[in-house]
């Protein structure tokens, strides 16, 4: 590739990076994203409360409007006459992507291409690539961060086929808690696409991630657990996202940082899709009219609320389970799952702060670590 301007560059082509080219496609500017892939395979899920309108609806696999939680208290089910929990297989969102882009008159993707150092370069900035140069007004980065987090949500998942029925497809079972595999909170994810298959999904709150020797043996244990019979893997999934209020990966001043080192990932609970979303729709809006892009998702309260809820896991991982629990419990229908979600006004913030025992997120509050 001989140096090719164009007049923004984005750097990584997973969820964030396609999703804002997928709404520059449309507009006059011209677009190369450029990602180390050579093709795209399936290799996630996202799933998310819809709580916005976003270009991959006719992506959703399926969607539920139960989801339960388990512990000591036994099951909380919560349903929701009008939220939907949704999920997206990659392989399709990639598939749709891809094909937007492709129909952008102006807006590229070069796969199988990594991109090196950024530098400035009069007015814009030079990215080396392992395929040459390529000038861009504006770069939008939107590779994996490379600071750790002081805490993480880290999984394990395989998508199983059984041969007897022993799921139920309706109810999405968001947190199984188990007794410590890390030294944070320990739990099983279960997204049941029928009665014989599901996402089933070991993970931890903590703050170092258990390692792939603890997830495999925990994983089997909780499959052999569902007494499946013959079992077929189909697809596995593992991942580490940051849980750190306000985390972000630095960047050259003048680059704009998106997706998950860019505070993508709800702070308090991992979920980032949506929010990936939302900061995709902010980006573009702002590219398009030629102005400086806000990619803050949160507000100070927000961001105050979550710290607070993280110090009281990490400083009593025991008592997550319970005040997990709790919430499912006590807050109000769809307030919940708003907040989760990472889209929340005041009164969400407020049903939730409400649901939890005062004392140590109080003291947590007023005693910052
Ligand atoms: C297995 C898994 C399951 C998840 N499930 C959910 C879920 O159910 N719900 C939810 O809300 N969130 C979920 N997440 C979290 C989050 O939504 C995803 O991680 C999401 O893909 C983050 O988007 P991103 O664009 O920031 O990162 P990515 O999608 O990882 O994209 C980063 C891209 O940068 C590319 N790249 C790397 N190095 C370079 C380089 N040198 N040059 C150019 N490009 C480079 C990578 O190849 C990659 O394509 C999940 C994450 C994982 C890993």
């Known amino acids: 590739m001989s140096a090719l301007n164009v007049d923004i560059a984005i750097l990584g082509g997973g ?9 520059l496609a449309k507009s006059n500017l011209s677009v190369r994203v450029i990602e180390p892939r050579k093709e795209y395979v399936e290799d996630r899920t996202w799933s998310f409360w819809r709580t916005h309108s976003d270009p991959f609806e006719d992506c ?23 939220m939907r929990y949704q999920t997206i297989a990659s392989g399709v969102f ?5 094909d937007l882009i492709e129909k952008g008159s102006k807006t590229s993707l070069s796969l199988g291409v990594s991109a090196n150092s950024v530098k400035r370069s009069g007015s814009g ?3 080396d690539t392992s395929a040459g140069a390529v000038i861009a007004r504006t770069v939008v980065d939107t590779r994996p961060p490379t600071r750790i987090p002081t805490y993480g949500q880290f999984f394990l998942g395989s998508e199983i086929k059984t041969e007897r029925p022993v799921f139920n ?23 049941p696409f029928a009665k014989d298959r599901a996402l089933v999904e070991v993970t931890s709150f903590a703050p170092q991630n258990p390692g792939r020797n603890v997830f495999n043996g925990w994983l089997d244990v ?16 593992m991942g580490a996202l940051p849980m750190e209020a306000g985390f972000f990966d630095p960047a050259p001043d003048g680059i704009i940082r998106m997706g998950l080192g860019s505070g993508a990932a709800r702070p308090s609970t991992g979920y980032a ?8 729709d902010q980006v573009a809006r702002a590219l398009i009219r030629g102005h400086v892009p806000n990619t803050v998702l949160d507000g100070p309260m927000n961001r105050f609320m979550d710290r607070v809820f ?26 919940l799952e708003r907040f989760l979600s990472g889209s929340s006004n005041f009164i969400d913030r407020l049903s939730v702060m409400t649901s939890l025992p005062p004392i140590p997120f109080l003291r947590a509050a007023v005693f910052p670590t």
């Not at 969820?15 to 709404?23: D, I, K, M, P, T």
């Not at 497809?169 to 997204?191: A, E, K, N, T």
């Not at 052999?224 to 999934?237: F, I, V």
């Open 310 to 335: 993280l110090q009281v896991l990490a400083a009593a991982p025991e008592q997550g389970p319970a005040l997990f629990e709790m919430l499912f419990r006590n807050a109000p229908s769809d307030r």
């Open 60 to 82: 959703v696999r399926k969607e539920w409007t139960s989801w339960a939680v388990q512990g000591a208290r036994g099951e909380t089910i919560r349903k929701s006459s009008h």
């Open 273 to 280: 899709f949506t929010r990936t979303q939302i900061q995709a």
């Open 222 to 237: 909780e499959i052999e657990a569902l007494n499946p019979g013959k079992t077929k893997t189909l697809r596995t999934e």
């Open 125 to 127: 900035w030079r990215v």
């Open 15 to 23: 969820c964030a990076g396609l999703s804002l080219a997928v709404r």
């Open 169 to 191: 497809p309706d109810v999405v079972q968001l947190m199984q808690f188990r007794r410590s595999q890390s030294v944070g909170v320990d739990f099983v994810y279960i997204l």
């Open 94 to 98: 990639y598939d749709k992507a891809c």
